[in-house]
């Protein structure tokens, strides 16, 4: 049986005003997230995958808008809201964030302050939510950090993060995120500024934690081997669409969309032979101010038909479906 969704993104559009105009950024967006399932959002820089995490958590800058669509969290019960309608700096979202969304960024720095211990910034995250007094909250946050994995946590939970290394600022990050005991986590690119060793301490830590506390966990990455060691559903985007949505078997060994093929055509392969030259996908993502006419992909893609996929865009993946959005698929069908 499919578990329900926890938080149901449905046909979600964001715009930023650039001084050349307004550029949209995410264009018919649409992904679920499950408790105790892993979602894989995959592509390269600039296909939309932190702008969707942060139209999530309401987070955009100051210049970007949700120009259509939901953001159902708790859908299809008594208490589904639309995040989207929410007033972003509101209570209402505030505690959306933290408490029922925990975020864990590339960079922890950006979670953590220098100034203050992290003892302190873990207490201080806890009694946001429900304060339970300082001594509870302290030994909260020791627990925390045993948790993620901190070696002594009752005397690291005085240290400055400047004293830590990266893995272990990546931990007290993951401690934080944690800390409103939240049932959705967004991972951005988690383990894409650490060392190989500590990336798959990083991602094994998180994979058991997730599944202990059957969290929906949203992990973003650009890396396909960070998927298949991660995911249990893929969404792959491509200039702010979900091109595939699939099971990771499924994209793994039936992928449906040309940019999913390609991506895995791009990973290294232990069996080639030396000096073997990667496959590369020719081009680059367009900036989003220069969207391409017809399918996005289109420029770069080695199945185009010139004439159609250059004038008119396929369809999306349907809301809640698994496929792809090509024409060559909507021929077969
Ligand atoms: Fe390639 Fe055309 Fe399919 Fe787009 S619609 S992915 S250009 S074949």
Redesign the pocket.
């Known amino acids: 049986m499919v578990e329900r969704s926890l938080i149901s993104v449905r046909e979600l559009a964001v715009e930023f005003r650039a001084d050349t105009g307004t550029v949209r950024a995410l264009d018919s967006v649409s992904l679920d997230l499950r408790p105790g399932r892993v979602l894989g959002v995959v592509g390269e820089s600039g296909c939309g995958k932190s702008v969707t995490a942060r139209a999530i958590l309401r987070i955009l800058d100051r210049n970007g808008t949700i120009a259509a669509g939901r953001i159902l969290i708790d859908p299809d019960t008594p208490s589904e809201t639309d995040l989207a309608q929410i007033d972003p700096e509101s209570k209402q979202m505030r505690n959306v964030r933290g408490a029922r969304v925990g975020l864990i960024f590339q960079e922890p720095m950006s979670a953590l302050s220098m100034q203050y211990t992290i003892g302190n910034q873990l207490i201080e995250a806890i009694r946001a939510h429900n304060d339970p007094g300082k001594t509870v909250a302290r030994q909260r946050a020791i627990q925390l950090l045993g948790d993620a994995g901190i070696p002594r946590p009752e005397t690291r939970i005085d240290a400055y993060p400047f004293q830590l290394s990266g893995g272990l600022r990546q931990r007290v990050g993951i401690a934080l995120a944690l800390a409103g005991d939240p049932d959705i986590l967004i991972a951005d690119e988690p383990t894409t500024a650490l060392d190989v060793t500590t990336q798959a301490q990083i991602l094994t830590l998180l994979r058991r934690l997730q599944m202990d506390k059957n969290i929906a966990l949203m992990l973003i990455t650009h890396d396909m081997g960070v998927i298949a060691q991660m995911a249990d559903d893929v969404a792959v985007m491509y200039l702010g669409r979900v091109?595939e949505y699939a099971p990771v078997h499924d994209v793994f060994h039936r992928p449906q969309?040309?940019?999913t093929r390609a991506l895995l055509r791009s990973v290294p392969d232990l069996r080639a032979t030396p000096r073997q030259r990667l496959s590369t996908i020719g081009g680059a993502v367009p900036q989003s101010n220069a969207r391409p006419t017809?399918?996005?992909?289109?420029p770069r893609?080695?199945?185009?038909?010139p004439g159609?996929?250059?004038t008119a865009?396929?369809k999306p993946v349907p809301p809640g479906e698994a496929g792809a959005?090509?024409?060559?698929?909507e021929d077969a069908a």
Do not use: I
Not at 294 to 298: L, N, R, V
Not at 325 to 329: H, V
């Open positions: 091109v969309h040309p940019y017809g399918c996005p992909f289109h893609c080695p199945e185009a038909m159609r996929c250059d865009a396929p959005s090509c024409f060559r698929l």
